[in-house]
Structures are given as C-alpha cells and as structure tokens.
C-alpha cells in the first residue's frame, strides 16, 4: 500500500506535514509506504530532525510548488515540476494508491479531473465532510462545494456515495439518508429537491428516510445528508465558525470540540477511481496523521471497489 502525501501544501508545510509523517509511523503496527512529494532540500533535513529513518519513507523531489492564490489549471500545466503535478502523475502512473494534499484546493481538483476518471456511471464526482451528531455520533454531509450546481440524479447519486462512505468508513450500518429541505413534507423545496425526492425513494441501494430540516443536521436523524454544494459549503463555513467561537469564549465542550477540522483530517473526494484527500490550508501534523489514517482506511476496505460495484448496472 502506498500513500502519497503532498509535502509542500498548506501554509506550515513542510514542517506539519513531517510531524504528521512522524505521528504516523510512530503509531502505526503496519504503516503503508508513504511517498513524500516535495523539495528534497526542505524534507531531508527535517526527517533527520524528528528522528524519521528515511528508509521508512520514499521521498519524490519536487521543486515547484502550487501556491494557494494560484489558479488551478494554469498552475498545473505551467507547473508541472510541482508536488501536486508530481503527485498526480504517480497516482496515474499506479506508483501510488492513494493522493493527500493540504495545498491549493482548485489544483487538488483538476488534477483529479485530469489525472483520474471517474468511476464508470458517476456524473460527478463530490466532496463530503463529516458533521458531528450531539450525542457523539457522526454524519456525512456531501456536497460541500465542489457542484454548486446539481441536477437530481447527481444527488441522487451523492446519496449512494455517501451511504457507501457512512457504512465503510464510519462503520454505520445500513445508514439513513436524508434529503436536506426547508420542510419535512414530500413536495415541499425549490425545483430540485421536488425532483430529487423521487429518485430518492425509489432508490433500492440507500435507506431514504425523506427530508430533514437544517435544525436536524446536528441530531441523530440522517447519517447522510444531501444536498447541492452551495448549501453544503454554506453549511461546513458555518460549522467552523462555531469552532471558531467557541475556543473564542472559550467554551469547555467535548461536542464543540469535535467541530476541529483536524480531528477528521480531510475531505475526501468520492467518485474518482483512487481516494484523493484534500485537506485545510492550516492544517498541523494532526491533521495530516488523520488524512493519512483515512487515506489507508480507504483502501484496506476497498471502499472505491465497493462504489464501483454499485454503479456497475
């Protein structure tokens, strides 16, 4: 199993990303092979620093970074040198099963986009993010900014990709989908929910419970909730801001504290051939230790396998 991390992404990369390396190794009974994708001048001697044997990594030079204001597609092609260039080209190329970055997120997708195909019958592929539950459960909100966009069978497919993600990842079983509304009544919403509801009814894969209201998404209602990406990056910018406001009053609350993007890691892009994790631009060695941890996870239950069944027919 080999995992490609992007070593230059992020605003405290390297640095982070090598103690999140180091975190890793020290925690894991049988860590994948990691392939650190970056300046070699930069890694090498911070390897040595945490005490990392560099036989217990692959270290890929890369001496070109995407920086974060860059746009994506000209940076890529102009830049081709770059740790996400690189990191893409070795995914590609089957040198790598699995591709993280905390760095320039337009770049991370294009790259995708590029660089991958598309499971055979996804539209388009999503992002999720994980939404804590107040009595310590965890859901699945997708989309949450990649299709702002969407037509009901794109939704309706986010709900198979996302019940497939609860069920393998978050070990849920038989996870209960809900259709994010302004009302619980089938035929209430805006054009698109009133014909997303449908499909999702008579979807035989997913366990549709009908809608749910912005005042569920917090409790145990749906383990998946769907929606256009619009709404879902409304949604994951306000959940972070109540992060942001409770270390500010500093509020003691193991709920809200689970609200820290590090504590999931990253997002994973669903519905590509390979998992693709992109992570916070301020993201520390903690959340690259559990983009790592996520990235194996997705493989060692082969979960883009089990997507690729489902939209086999």
């Known amino acids: 199993m080999n995992i490609g991390l992007d070593m230059m992404g992020g605003d405290f990369s390297p640095l982070e990303a090598v103690k999140g390396v180091q975190l890793y190794l020290q925690q894991s009974h049988a860590p994948a092979t990691l392939w650190l994708v970056g300046d070699e001048n930069q890694i090498r001697p911070l390897l040595v620093e945490h005490g990392i044997d560099a036989a217990s990594v692959q270290v890929v030079h890369a001496p070109q970074v995407i920086e974060m204001n860059e746009h994506p597609t000209k940076a890529l092609k102009e830049k081709q040198q770059s740790s996400i260039a690189i990191g893409f080209g070795l995914l590609a190329k089957n040198k790598m099963d699995a591709f993280i970055s905390a760095g320039n997120t337009g770049a991370m997708l294009v790259g995708a986009h590029y660089s991958l195909k598309p499971i055979e019958g996804i539209q388009r592929p999503t992002i999720s993010t994980v939404i804590p539950k107040e009595n310590g459960k965890t859901g699945v909100l997708l989309d949450v900014g990649l299709n702002a966009d969407c037509k009901p069978e794109n939704l309706n497919q986010f709900a198979i990709l996302g019940s497939l993600y609860a069920?393998?990842?978050?070990?849920?079983?038989?996870p209960r989908v809900g259709l994010l509304?302004?009302?619980?009544?089938?035929g209430k919403g805006n054009l698109l929910a009133q014909a997303t509801y449908p499909l999702l009814k008579e979807n035989q894969q997913i366990n549709f419970i009908g809608n749910i209201e912005g005042r569920d998404l917090l409790i145990d209602k749906a383990d998946v909730m769907v929606c256009e990406g619009f709404t879902g990056n409304v949604i994951l910018k306000l959940a972070e801001s109540l992060f942001d406001i409770?270390?500010?009053?500093?509020?003691?609350?193991?709920y809200f504290d689970r609200f820290d993007f590090e504590y999931y890691g990253g997002t994973p892009l669903l519905g590509v051939t390979k998992p693709v994790i992109i992570g916070h631009g301020i993201s520390r060695g903690k959340s690259f230790l559990n983009m790592i941890k996520l990235a194996q996870k997705m493989l060692e239950t082969d979960l883009l396998g089990k997507m690729k069944e489902s939209f086999l027919s």
């Open 246 to 254: 409770s270390r500010q009053h500093k509020v003691d609350s193991a």
């Open 167 to 174: 069920q393998h990842i978050l070990g849920i079983d038989q």
């Open 181 to 186: 509304n302004i009302g619980e009544e089938e």
